[in-house]
């Protein structure tokens, strides 16, 4: 017998011998009490199997990290406050790095690494279903080396870092329940040389100088999906403020050189006069904070982490990208998907209020760039083969994704009218905040908005393979 097998012949043992709930020493099972079984390796997404875990729910994560930049090393532990969904022997986490260690309140835990995505832990005691228990998890690698499902999304260099990626990011730097359907209270820790500068999403709550090094702690107060969870370290500028009752915080790093390091600086400040605007078409924010963070890391997009997008340096007239980002803080953030083929609901939706940016300060109209968009692909068959509701893992981002998305919303603004569409995306921030939605979600509540039968339309925007006729039951005249 291997020694992992034995130690789990052990820990059975020491299941059937342990006492029962009312006391009593293990006995027969009782027929009506539910059957416990270990939780399963993935939530149900179809795109990505492995992602979230069956059996859980994480109501708070509590992260502690350590970075050295010399070496590139990432140490450190994350406490899990989890709610089981159902009985449990066993459980799954979603993590890459190498793990040193775990406890569940307390008391030390057999763990398997079936995948090297997934951290599999059995606790002494078997968890009953409703239960809120405490798991640590201790862990220590090289992030950089890591990748997993042709992803490396580790970016850093000897004097910055930031771990910001989508659709996974969190599996890098703590364990993580890692499915936007799992959304959690996020309290962020690290600690990195003390010259350095950590930014994370939320509210800072304090920082710590010990010797060589500081610890930074930032906290929200509003649950997130895990890989909308950040940090950023290294030599960055943090400004603060308040706008209109709002807090924002922006940070630039100041390894960008000089003219970009200056037009960067003036772009996250106006984050916070773009929130203000978003709320006047969208309604109230759904978070306690704003801004963004500008790296000097080259990346090729920029994320809208919860609170305060991360964005590349950006070029002259690069507004429009941060009012998609901070549109993502209702339409991903917020109301998130409910599986990843949703994606459109995200994309889509930031996409259309760049237009719709663009349409207030008279620099485009949105009827017009609709039927622009339409004529520019008239030929283009790879842009509209995408089926927009399920476009496949390998084009999740594709561009038409985005675009599409929003010809799709501009559309559906002509056809009900602007009372109507304009209700309904309101009402869709409003009902579905701070959970998940579908796309059939989406297709119900314009329906029932609008009070239309808009089965012809979705079925020619989203899941038609072809270009939709132009007619005015599809928004194109």
């Known amino acids: 017998m291997k020694p992992a097998a034995a130690a789990f012949a052990a820990l059975a043992l020491v299941l059937v011998l342990a006492p029962s709930a009312d006391g009593h020493p293990g006995a027969g099972p009782d027929d009506s009490a539910p059957v416990a079984r270990s939780g399963s390796a993935g939530i149900g997404d179809d795109y ?39 009985p449990l022997t066993s459980f799954n986490l979603d993590l890459l790095l190498p793990v040193t260690g775990a406890t569940v309140d307390g008391e030390p835990a057999v763990l398997d690494r079936p995948d090297p995505h997934e951290l599999t ?46 659709p996974h990011m969190a599996t890098w730097w703590f364990p993580a329940n890692d499915h936007p359907r799992d959304k959690a209270l996020m309290d962020i820790s690290i600690s990195v040389p003390r010259g350095k500068v950590v930014v994370a999403g939320g509210q800072r709550v304090g920082r710590e100088v010990t010797g060589a090094f500081a610890t930074t702690r930032w906290r929200s107060d509003e649950p997130m999906a895990p890989y909308l969870a950040y ?15 709002l807090p924002w915080v922006t940070a630039v790093s100041r390894a960008i050189p000089g003219a970009d ?26 978070f306690g904070s704003t801004g963004g963070v500008t790296t000097s890391l080259t990346t090729p997009f ?49 996409t259309f209020m760049e237009v719709r940016y663009g349409e207030t300060r008279g620099r485009i109209d949105g009827a017009r760039w609709l039927q622009q968009q339409y004529d520019e692909h008239h030929g283009d068959v790879d842009f509209w083969q995408v089926r927009l509701d399920d476009p496949g893992v390998e084009r999740l981002f594709d561009h038409a994704v985005y675009v599409r998305g929003a010809m799709l ?50 079925a020619a925007w989203l899941r038609g393979t072809t270009r939709p006729a132009r007619t005015s039951a599809h928004g194109l005249s």
Do not use: C, K
Request: charged letters at 20%; hydrophobic letters at 40%; aromatic letters at 12%.
């Open 121 to 166: 832990i059995t606790p002494v005691r078997q968890i009953a279903a409703g239960r809120t228990f405490d798991v640590v998890v201790r862990y220590v690698g090289h992030p950089a080396d890591i990748a997993w499902e042709g992803e490396s999304n580790w970016v850093a260099s000897s004097t910055e870092v930031i771990a910001v990626n989508q």
């Open 409 to 458: 919303l501009q559309a559906l603004r002509g056809v009900v009218g602007e009372r109507d569409f304009w209700a309904l995306l309101r009402r869709w921030v409003d009902q579905h905040a701070g959970g998940n939605a579908s796309t059939e979600d989406f297709e119900a509540m314009a329906e029932q908005v609008s009070g239309r039968d808009l089965a012809g339309f979705f």
């Open 302 to 350: 920029a994320l809208e982490n919860q609170t305060r997008p991360v964005y590349p340096v950006l070029a002259p007239g690069s507004g429009p990208v941060v009012v998609h980002e901070l549109a993502h803080q209702w339409f991903g953030d917020s109301v998130s998907v409910d599986s990843w083929h949703d994606i459109w609901l995200n994309e889509g939706a930031a």
């Open 48 to 86: 990505f199997p492995l992602d979230g875990n069956g059996g859980i729910d994480v109501q708070r994560y509590e992260i502690h990290d350590t970075y050295r930049f010399r070496s590139r090393r990432l140490s450190g532990w994350t406490r899990l406050t989890i709610t089981a969904t159902e």
């Open 261 to 286: 390091f200056r037009r960067s600086r003036r772009l996250m400040r106006h984050s916070a006069r773009l929130t203000s605007w978003l709320q006047t078409q969208l309604g109230p924010y759904p």
């Open 231 to 245: 940090f950023a370290a290294g030599p960055f500028e943090v400004e603060r403020g308040t706008h209109r009752g």
